[in-house]
């Protein structure tokens, strides 16, 4: 439909930029790295109906530094990371979403420790502080805060070719310039009758508390000269002030209203899930599957959380044709449908189809010249 507000035309342009230094001293206090770099994404596109174009660009400059020192059996990892993204757009046309001029400035310091405790049992304990503020231009408005996250995990070397880990982690998400401050039109139905987003600058950062249980299990010469890799997990994620999206309506009775978008924090919020992956190699041959699901819930409503991903299955065929040369293979990804839609604001309860996507990727290193690595996607 040459018609249609749904159709574009997009280019998408991505520079990456780093440069990576590395300290491998004899002292076993000193075994250090610092990474900057810079990432930039341009995207351009245009209504192919009337040929509105719209601008958005994002910057991110950053430092990683990381320093891991053995203390005899015990070894501890600590470093920060600091970076800072700088958002803009133009959008050209009424009824278009206006999105935030923002700065984003964010700070990390890091520790954790691994501590062997009995014959194939090791303790990892870790602490993180972030410290993140953001502004944007074009509204006025400001948010910073911060926060400590601890993480713990107990872990059994069981056999050579099993192991088991019990891990609990806490984590901390700051909502980001969208979340926080867009405004505008999110999609119009006809003419006139519009949904809009609210910006709701006072969301509250997600504060998360998950337990998993793993397992990893690897196998050789089962059928021959070959190898069967096993890894499993299943977790529980307690989330206070989940950040989500919530879009009400279109309502057309009693009265016609196109209804607003907008990001709320859910006091209470649950996601359970797992994840199974498997993998047989068998010489140059790959045959990776993956499965993951996850649920999440309301704890104070019951209500299924929005943007919840699907239940997604992955199959992967590769296979070497010249060893550590030239490897070629496909992907097939295919993502249920999801139903799992029962909120208030989903009066006319949407849910949304499944699909599959097929994805063709080779990878080149040529002998001649070590350290020289070429890649070829088909997405």
């Given at each position: ?54 601008e ?30 700088e ?40 602490v ?9 231009d ?5 948010r ?37 401050y867009?405004?505008?039109?999110h ?49 529980r ?119 599959t996507?097929t ?19 088909i997405?």
């Amino acid at each position: 439909n040459a018609t249609s507000n749904c159709l574009l035309e997009r280019d998408t342009t991505s520079l990456n930029g780093s440069v990576r230094w590395d300290l491998n001293s004899e002292s076993p206090w000193l075994d250090s790295r610092v990474l900057a770099y810079w990432n930039r994404i341009d995207i351009d596109e245009s209504r192919i109906s009337d040929g509105r174009a719209d601008e958005t660009r994002l910057d991110e400059y950053g430092v990683n530094l990381l320093n891991v020192s053995r203390l005899g059996e015990v070894t501890l990892q600590y470093g920060a990371d600091i970076y800072r993204e700088e958002f803009e757009a133009e959008r050209s046309g009424a009824f278009r979403p206006a999105p935030p001029e923002a700065t984003t400035d964010v700070w990390s310091a890091y520790a954790r420790a691994e501590i062997p405790v009995a014959e194939g049992w090791r303790l990892d304990l870790g602490v993180r502080y972030d410290d993140f503020s953001t502004e944007a231009d074009n509204l006025g408005e400001q948010r910073s805060a911060d926060d400590t996250s601890l993480s713990a995990a107990l872990v059994w070397s069981a056999a050579d070719w099993a192991t088991l880990a019990l891990r609990y982690d806490e984590a901390f998400r700051a909502p980001t310039a969208e979340e926080l401050y867009t405004t505008g039109t999110h999609f119009c139905i006809f003419p006139g009758f519009c949904n809009g987003f609210i910006p709701n600058p006072d969301l509250e950062p997600e504060q998360a508390a998950n337990l998993e249980l793993v397992g990893s299990f690897s196998f050789s010469d089962t059928l021959g000269a070959d190898r069967i890799s096993l890894q499993a997990s299943v977790f529980r994620n307690e989330v206070d002030d989940f950040i989500e999206q919530v879009v009400a309506g279109p309502f057309f009775f009693p009265v016609q209203d196109a209804g607003t978008t907008s990001w709320v924090n859910v006091d209470e919020a649950t996601l359970e899930g797992f994840e199974v992956q498997g993998s047989y190699q068998r010489d140059a041959l790959l045959l990776t599957l993956a499965y993951g699901r996850t649920r999440g819930d309301d704890d104070n409503t019951g209500e299924n959380l929005t943007n919840i991903p699907a239940d997604t299955l992955i199959a992967d065929l590769s296979y070497a044709f010249i060893a550590d040369t030239l490897t070629g293979g496909i992907r097939f990804t295919d993502a249920a449908s999801q139903r799992r839609t029962d909120y208030a604001a989903n009066e006319n309860g949407v849910v949304y189809d499944g699909y599959t996507v097929t994805d063709l990727y080779a990878s080149w290193q040529p002998a001649a010249i070590p350290g020289l690595k070429l890649d070829l996607n088909i997405n």
